[in-house]
């Protein structure tokens, strides 16, 4: 393990090594990743990889458009087979209220530039003959949702990372961080220590 490095993201789930990814691509190459068992080994194991674009908030709508564009592109990139599927996305209503949270939220999506069609019964049945109408009045349906293999996905950003000189650390546990005089922060480990600059912690449900 090296001694020193920028950054040291800790947690190799999908969302630290998506940030280790992105500190490279913007040119921080001197970044480590300490992840305590094997890649993917927390929730990012679990997920079923739907990526839906449905979301209230402007700013993590902006996350989700920025991610479906992303996965095809590092899908490219990379060489490595992420298992993005774009198969949309219907979610029904069978109450006027929830018509209306549809219409709020399309205004939500038109401001960041998200397609979402509204559908009738009639059209819900064309596009899912499986569904039994009664009692729908409505849905919307988003065109460009879909899903993802959240393993595969988080292996091709490992690999965007070390291929712009990022380090992983796999089998790796950090026991305790603490700051050095100078500013800078320790981070030991059951394999020895590291000094950085900066900590980000992506231990998802573990980070208590
Ligand atoms: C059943 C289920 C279904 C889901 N379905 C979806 C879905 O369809 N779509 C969706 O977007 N999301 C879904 N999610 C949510 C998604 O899985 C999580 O939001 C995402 O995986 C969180 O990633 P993470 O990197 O933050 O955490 P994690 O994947 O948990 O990664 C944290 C990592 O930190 C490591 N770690 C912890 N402590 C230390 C330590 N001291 N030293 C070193 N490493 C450490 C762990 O080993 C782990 O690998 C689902 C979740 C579950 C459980």
Not at 27 to 47: M, N, P, Q, Y
Request: aromatic content about 8%; hydrophobic content about 35%.
């Amino acid at each position: 393990m090296k001694s020193h490095a920028r950054v040291v993201v800790i947690g190799g789930g999908v969302v630290g090594v998506s940030t280790l990814y992105h500190l490279a691509k913007k040119g921080w190459s001197d970044v480590a990743l300490i992840e305590r068992k094997e890649l993917t080994s927390g929730s990012t194991w679990h997920a079923a990889g739907l990526l839906p674009l449905f979301n209230m908030s402007y700013s993590v709508g902006q996350i989700h458009k920025y991610s479906v564009a992303f996965y095809q592109q590092l899908q490219q990139e990379t060489g490595m087979n992420v298992g993005f599927r774009k198969v949309s996305n219907i979610r029904l209503a069978t109450t006027r209220d929830r018509m209306d949270e549809y219409r709020q939220y399309a205004g939500v999506a038109s401001t960041i530039g998200i397609d979402v069609d509204f559908l009738t019964p009639e059209e819900i049945v064309h596009h899912w003959p499986l569904c039994n109408p009664e009692g729908l009045i409505g849905a919307i349906r988003h065109p460009e949702d879909g899903y993802i293999q959240p393993a595969d996905l988080t292996q091709a950003l490992a690999r965007g990372a070390r291929d712009r000189g990022a380090e992983i650390y796999r089998n790796t546990t950090v026991t305790s961080i603490s700051r050095n005089a100078s500013g800078e922060w320790k981070v030991t480990t059951d394999k020895g220590e590291i000094t950085c600059e900066h900590i980000v912690s992506a231990t998802g449900n573990f980070a208590r």
